[in-house]
T-cell receptor, first 110, second 115 residues
Framework: SQQGEEDPQALSIQEGENATMNCSYK?????LQWYRQNSGRGLVHLIL?????REKHSGRLRVTLDTSKKSSSLLITASRAADTASYFC??????????FGTGTRLKVLA | NAGVMQNPRHLVRRRGQEARLRCSPM?????VYWYRQLPEEGLKFMVY????????ESGMPKERFSAEFPKEGPSILRIQQVVRGDSAAYFC?????????????FGDGTRLSIL
């Protein structure tokens, strides 16, 4: 298991703009997952990308994975106020033990 | 389809008391994980359980903390003789299997405050 490091720590954008956040990790992975946490709530799984995939889409979300750079990015297009939350990545070597970083706190201003 | 249910949502205890946090996994899930989150931090893994078995408790403090997942009923995280430093949000997650490509589904947590 290993920890993902999200960057930036905080991001503030206007509604309708795109938001990009990044995740770096240290060792090889089987997959990487992104989660969202709204204030006062638990984590919600957003998307999983496998190590043999380079890009994946889900609605307004686009995730990329560069295993040579050991990094991933999450792009939220046409952001909404409801996207305001903390976003965490979870790199996985194939086990259950996720080590979450401190996340990216996204604030979308209406 | 009910998600992961945790109760209570908020729990206040005085120093020295016991705290019991309950977690009912999603239907069909037999794997349960507990995490602790301090303010402005990420979730820290505490323990992984299957029915009647503790599989990995490497993230649990050595003293005062215990967890169980009985054959019947919810998983319980128990903290004895609580101290101020135990104040945190405790999250439970469940999954149908242990493969790293099976997302964990989280409850909304129990916020524990120690007076």
């Amino acid at each position: 298991s290993q920890q993902g490091e999200e960057d930036p720590q905080a991001l503030s954008i206007q509604e309708g703009e795109n938001a990009t956040m990044n995740c770096s990790y240290k060792t090889s992975i089987n997959n990487l997952q992104w989660y969202r946490q709204n204030s006062g709530r638990g984590l919600v799984h957003l998307i999983l990308i496998r190590s043999n995939e380079r890009e994946k889409h889900s609605g307004r979300l686009r995730v990329t994975l560069d295993t040579s750079k050991k990094s991933s990015s999450l792009l939220i297009t046409a952001s909404r106020a409801a996207d305001t939350a903390s976003y965490f990545c979870a790199p996985s070597s194939g086990t259950y033990k996720y080590i979450f970083g401190t996340g990216t706190r996204l604030k979308v201003l209406a | 389809n009910a998600g992961v249910m945790q109760n209570p949502r908020h729990l206040v205890r005085r120093r020295g008391q016991e705290a019991r946090l309950r977690c009912s996994p999603m239907k069909g899930h037999s794997h349960v994980y507990w995490y602790r989150q301090l303010p402005e931090e990420g979730l820290k893994f505490m323990v992984y359980l299957q029915k009647e078995n503790i599989i990995d408790e490497s993230g649990m403090p050595k003293e005062r903390f215990s967890a169980e997942f009985p054959k019947e009923g919810p998983s319980i995280l128990r903290i004895q003789q609580v101290v101020r430093g135990d104040s945190a949000a405790y999250f439970c997650a469940s999954s149908p299997g242990t493969g790293g490509d099976q997302p964990q589904h989280f409850g909304d947590g129990t916020r524990l405050s120690i007076l």
